[in-house]
């Protein structure tokens, strides 16, 4: 698997996913990981662009099958048939998950480009979209801990791709980590929702998926580029030598 990401939410997701399928030995999953960084445009180049026309990581390729694959619903659909982990087979329960997941890849634009980029980024404070994301946001907030109050997991007791995808968005939100904005989104009210991503922070698998491609942060937790498993322990930012961890 080539795998040409960052660490954001949606590149999370995958080496998250491919971390958990490594861990059940399935040995298909193992990954090379390209750092794009879309602050240099590196997402416009030709050969990106070969696997993803829309010019946004994450963006896989299977050399074993020659399919390319994008959008980050799509890759984590697309790895969990392929090696059979992650996704119920029964209808009822694979169609709850799809639920969640197709929920979470058309909510997470209202919280990233939507809240995160008027509250955070924005060159000004405009209170119109602050305001109408921020409610957008709790709104979404609540959906999840109202469905974590009847579940432990997204869609059901198993944990699945929904869980996968929804928490590098919500999971770091509701635990303060996004935005600077836990204060102000008075996330400590989400109890089941906090108690879900502090479950799921406790796996291995997520707390190596969410090193990868990281370029924020202590260096001990950014892993700019994963080629082997050893270099988790070989490779972070604070081990290389001070040239080549620019
Ligand atoms: N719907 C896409 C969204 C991907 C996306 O928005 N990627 C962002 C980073 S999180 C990106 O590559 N932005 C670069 C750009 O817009 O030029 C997915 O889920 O894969």
Redesign the pocket.
């Known amino acids: 698997m080539q795998l040409y990401s960052?660490g954001?939410?949606?590149?999370q997701k995958v080496t998250i996913m491919l971390e958990e399928l490594l861990a059940l030995d399935e040995t298909g999953a193992e990954y090379d990981e390209h750092l794009i960084r879309?602050g240099e445009g590196d997402?416009f180049s030709t050969g990106f662009v070969a696997v993803n026309p829309?010019?946004?990581?994450?963006a896989l390729l299977d050399t074993g099958t020659g399919s390319r694959v994008?959008?980050?619903?799509a890759?984590l659909l697309y790895l969990a048939e392929k090696f059979g982990h992650f996704l119920p087979k029964e209808v009822a329960a694979r169609t709850e998950i799809m639920n969640w997941l197709f929920w979470l890849?058309g909510a997470?634009?209202y919280l990233?480009d939507g809240f995160g980029h008027f509250y955070a980024y924005a060159p000004e404070k405009f209170e119109y979209p602050i305001n109408r994301f921020t409610m957008e946001v709790k709104r979404e907030m609540d959906v999840l801990d109202r469905e974590l109050s009847e579940h432990r997991y997204l869609g059901g007791d198993e944990y699945s791709i929904a869980d996968i995808a929804t928490w590098p968005w919500y999971g770091n939100l509701v635990r303060g980590e996004a935005y600077g904005a836990g204060e102000f989104l008075q996330v400590e009210s989400y109890r089941n929702l906090r108690r879900w991503a502090e479950e799921i922070l406790e796996r291995p698998a997520v707390q190596r998926g969410r090193m990868v491609n990281r370029t924020r942060g202590a260096p001990s937790e950014q892993l700019h580029e994963r080629h082997d498993a050893s270099d988790f322990d070989l490779k972070t930012q604070d081990k290389l030598a001070p040239e080549s961890a620019a």
């Open positions: 960052l954001t939410p949606n590149g879309i997402q829309n010019s946004k990581i994450p994008f959008e980050s619903g890759i890849q997470a634009p990233g």
